[in-house]
């Protein structure tokens, strides 16, 4: 998903360049819906609108992404998602956020990969403070902290729930698993290397 970052510290951000042509949540039909989630049925376009209240109240977050979060994590960071689940004023609007905290040398691993494979070409850039720093939608990236502090970023999205994806994780904890005899085939390695990598990632991240 395509998304700016705003950082607090030098980050090293890369992503593999591909041409893709993406589609964007659909437009809204009308000017906001706060999302009703104790709705059961999900439309195409976001949750069920539940009546406007009165304060203001389903617009406003101001607490959960002030804290940083826990970065004592095998990746060295962690996400702290501000997504439509707990934000229902952005239902069917598109937009999200999300604050990473990273602790020194912490790194948020390859994600969100694109659909177009046909050129494999790597951009990298470090990002620093006061920064930003867009990344197009879909396009496989990661982040790395080399500076000398802890970081933090905030993150927004061009769609209600983005979700993610942890391309680690998809092929090596992935619940069923992917058949280890498929790993080896497409990753060129012996069944010995997956099945220690599937070991790291059993328990996720």
């Not at 970052?5 to 039909?29: E, I, N, R, W």
């Not at 999200?96 to 790597?122: E, I, K, T, W, Y």
């Amino acid at each position: 998903m395509g998304y700016s970052k705003t950082l607090a510290a030098g980050l090293f951000a890369m992503l593999f360049l591909a041409p893709a042509v993406l589609a964007t949540d659909p437009d809204p039909l009308q000017d906001f819906c706060v999302a009703d989630l104790d709705g059961k049925a999900v439309s195409v376009n976001g949750h069920p609108c539940k009546p406007m209240s009165e304060d203001g109240d389903d617009f406003l977050f101001s607490s959960k992404l002030a804290k940083a979060g826990n970065t004592s994590t095998p990746n060295g960071s962690t996400v702290t998602e501000l997504d439509v689940a707990e934000w229902p004023g952005t239902n069917t609007l598109g937009v999200s956020m999300n604050r990473v905290d990273f602790a020194l040398g912490g790194h948020q691993p390859a994600a969100h990969p694109s659909p177009c494979h046909r050129d494999r070409h790597r951009d990298e850039r470090v990002v620093r403070a006061g920064e930003t720093f867009l990344i197009p939608r879909g396009l496989m990236h990661f982040q790395f902290n080399v500076g000398k502090t802890e970081a933090s970023m905030v993150v927004s999205f061009n769609s209600q729930n983005p979700g993610i994806v942890f391309v680690p994780l998809m092929l090596f904890g992935s619940n069923p698993p992917i058949p280890t005899p498929v790993l080896t085939k497409a990753l060129r390695v012996e069944a010995g290397v997956v099945e220690l990598l599937k070991s790291k990632f059993a328990a996720g991240f």
